[in-house]
């Protein structure tokens, strides 16, 4: 089945970046999307960025556009790995953050609505 999970939160200062990995495992089409959500306490869970299993195709939350990149590390029949570049950190990107993943075609753009696969959450806090 399929698994994901997250690592490299973890506690920091405004303007300081964080990597957040993501070991993805168990997908058995070539088409999926994996992606990060985030929630803040109090707060609606939010979705991130995305990105494309068969071409790399990726979209960004307006909140982190400029600050964010989502990469990944790909290899044909193994694990795969995406990662979450975060820069410039601020205190509202405090949350717990969670790799995502579906089974969806390729979009021209956008991120999927929907995931069917969610790690544990790793906690992200930004604070001076």
């Known amino acids: 089945q399929v698994q994901l999970v997250e690592s490299g939160g973890g506690l920091v200062q405004p303007g300081e970046s964080l990597r957040l990995s993501c070991a993805a495992s168990?997908?058995?089409?070539?088409?999926?999307?994996i992606g990060w959500f985030r929630q803040a306490p109090g707060k609606e869970r939010e979705g991130v960025s995305c990105i494309s299993s068969s071409t790399g195709n990726t979209d960004y939350a307006d909140s982190v556009k400029g600050r964010f990149t989502i990469s990944r590390d790909h290899v044909d029949n193994g694990p795969n790995t995406v990662y979450l570049q975060m820069n410039t950190l601020k205190p509202e990107d405090t949350a717990v953050y969670y790799c995502?993943?579906?089974?969806?075609?390729?979009?021209?753009?956008?991120?999927?609505?929907?995931?069917?696969?969610w790690g544990q959450g790793t906690q992200v806090t930004v604070s001076s």
């Open positions: 995502v993943g579906t089974y969806i075609a390729t979009m021209p753009r956008g991120c999927p609505t929907g995931y069917d696969f």
């Open positions: 168990g997908f058995t089409l070539d088409d999926y999307y």
